[in-house]
């Protein structure tokens, strides 16, 4: 028995990529499992999102992309996220494609390529209006020149056109239309220049959702891969035929009678208000629980729904049961599904003012993954 485990369904990331599948009309997919895949664990998801369709996956960095490889999963993969002296030769060497929305970023791929003794494959990147990465709508002809010739001096393809939506999970927001005229402009000076990417992609998982136009070649679906909307204000999850893959829990570690007044945690925030029982839960800001959860959050424990009592403290907090019945290694659940009743992580996010991408991908390396046997009767894995 551990303190805590977060128990990851991989069946449920198959089949909420079967799903985006089906949303995503005749585009490819690509699974993004960068951050431990969400805080999923990468490499288990990564071959469950291919299991259940996915053509590509996606990572912000080439360490990630390399321990895929090591791993043998050699899906086409794309790593967008570079700095100076990265390490692109492993990268081309590994077959890893790579973004680049910055003539420096070039030359180093077209180094790397040097070195590998391979062409890179590249995906040219256009700021439509994110101002994150990309090249500006003035720089982009600059970069598009840099990318044709080193795709003359034979070290570089460019095999992709892409972009990133900055409001896509507010429907109608009128920078939408904007960015599509930019990114439909970007690809036809592209394309006037000669240049013929494989894949043209610009939508994430709530334009596979809610914006066609923006679907293209290929769709980029992170958080509704892992069962999570991107559109709460529209619905749950099953509204889009989703399943939330991870349920965290913690295990009881202490259960007792206080009396009525009792002082509980750092600061004394909380007092009983009777006598009551409370238990402690082996999880905390350590543990990706965040202390803003105090006294805010709510945990399922003893067949109820029960607000963090008092601090969210490094390594464990509190709730008060009443007169409930409990012991020591019971199960404590913070979020899941929703099918017991316990709270959810987009009901966590809007309890702390953030999004369900933060209350997942934040639960830390302390905690083990565990992942549930998938229906065709493989073994449990833990890591």
Same mark, same amino acid.
């Given at each position: 028995?551990?303190?805590?485990?977060?128990?990851?369904?991989?069946?449920?990331?198959?089949?909420?990529?079967?799903?985006?599948?089906?949303?995503?009309?005749?585009?490819?997919?690509? +699974?993004? /499992?960068? *951050?431990?895949?969400?805080?999923?664990?990468?490499? %288990?998801?990564? @071959?469950? =999102?291919? #299991?259940?369709? &996915?053509?590509?996956?996606?990572?912000?960095?080439?360490?990630?992309?390399?321990?895929?490889?090591? +791993?043998? /999963?050699? *899906?086409?993969?794309?790593?967008?996220?570079?700095? %100076?002296?990265? @390490?692109? =030769?492993? #990268?081309?060497? &590994?077959?890893?494609?790579?973004?680049?929305?910055?003539?420096?970023?070039?030359?180093?791929?077209?180094?790397?390529?040097?070195?590998?003794?391979?062409?890179?494959?590249?995906?040219?990147?256009?700021?439509?209006?994110?101002?994150?990465?990309?090249?500006?709508?003035?720089?982009?002809?600059?970069?598009?020149?840099?990318?044709?010739?080193?795709?003359?001096?034979?070290?570089?393809?460019?095999?992709?056109?892409?972009?990133?939506?900055?409001?896509?999970?507010?429907?109608?927001?009128?920078?939408?239309?904007?960015?599509?005229?930019?990114?439909?402009?970007?690809?036809?000076?592209?394309?006037?220049?000669?240049?013929?990417?494989?894949?043209?992609?610009?939508?994430?998982?709530?334009?596979?959702?809610?914006?066609?136009?923006?679907?293209?070649?290929?769709?980029?679906?992170?958080?509704?891969?892992?069962?999570?909307?991107?559109?709460?204000?529209?619905?749950?999850?099953?509204?889009?035929?989703?399943?939330?893959?991870?349920?965290?829990?913690?295990?009881?570690?202490?259960?007792?009678?206080?009396?009525?007044?009792?002082?509980?945690?750092?600061?004394?925030?909380?007092?009983?208000?009777?006598?009551?029982?409370?238990?402690?839960?082996?999880?905390?800001?350590?543990?990706?629980?965040?202390?803003?959860?105090?006294?805010?959050?709510?945990?399922?424990?003893?067949?109820?729904?029960?607000?963090?009592?008092?601090?969210?403290?490094?390594?464990?907090?509190?709730?008060?049961?009443?007169?409930?019945?409990?012991?020591?290694?019971?199960?404590?659940?913070?979020?899941?599904?929703?099918?017991?009743?316990?709270?959810?992580?987009?009901?966590?996010?809007?309890?702390?003012?953030?999004?369900?991408?933060?209350?997942?991908?934040?639960?830390?390396?302390?905690?083990?993954?565990?992942?549930?046997?998938?229906?065709?009767?493989?073994?449990?894995?833990?890591?």
């Amino acid at each position: 028995m551990v303190p805590g485990e977060a128990r990851i369904d991989l069946d449920a990331v198959s089949s909420n990529v079967a799903a985006l599948r089906e949303h995503a009309g005749g585009a490819g997919l690509m +699974a993004v /499992v960068k *951050a431990d895949g969400y805080g999923h664990g990468m490499l %288990p998801v990564a @071959r469950a =999102a291919l #299991a259940g369709g &996915a053509g590509w996956l996606g990572v912000a960095l080439i360490d990630e992309a390399l321990e895929l490889r090591v +791993a043998g /999963v050699y *899906a086409p993969l794309l790593a967008w996220l570079t700095v %100076p002296g990265d @390490r692109f =030769a492993a #990268a081309v060497a &590994a077959d890893v494609d790579l973004g680049a929305g910055a003539s420096w970023t070039l030359d180093e791929i077209a180094k790397g390529a040097v070195e590998a003794d391979r062409p890179a494959r590249v995906h040219l990147k256009i700021d439509t209006g994110l101002s994150r990465g990309g090249a500006t709508v003035a720089d982009w002809p600059e970069l598009v020149r840099s990318a044709r010739r080193h795709e003359a001096d034979g070290l570089v393809r460019v095999v992709g056109v892409w972009s990133h939506l900055a409001c896509a999970d507010e429907p109608g927001h009128p920078s939408l239309d904007a960015q599509l005229t930019a990114f439909r402009d970007a690809l036809a000076y592209a394309e006037a220049q000669g240049l013929r990417p494989e894949v043209r992609h610009l939508a994430n998982s709530a334009a596979t959702l809610t914006l066609p136009g923006a679907r293209y070649d290929l769709v980029r679906t992170g958080i509704a891969a892992y069962g999570l909307t991107p559109v709460p204000q529209l619905g749950g999850p099953e509204r889009y035929g989703l399943r939330p893959a991870m349920t965290l829990l913690g295990r009881l570690a202490v259960v007792k009678r206080v009396a009525g007044g009792a002082a509980v945690s750092y600061g004394h925030t909380y007092r009983t208000e009777r006598p009551t029982t409370l238990a402690l839960v082996p999880l905390g800001y350590g543990d990706g629980v965040p202390r803003a959860a105090s006294s805010r959050a709510e945990v399922l424990v003893a067949g109820r729904r029960r607000r963090i009592a008092g601090r969210v403290c490094m390594d464990q907090f509190v709730v008060d049961l009443g007169d409930d019945a409990a012991a020591a290694g019971d199960e404590a659940v913070l979020f899941g599904p929703g099918d017991a009743g316990e709270p959810t992580a987009q009901d966590w996010a809007e309890v702390l003012d953030t999004i369900s991408y933060e209350i997942v991908t934040r639960v830390g390396a302390r905690v083990p993954r565990t992942y549930e046997a998938p229906r065709d009767g493989r073994e449990e894995r833990r890591s």
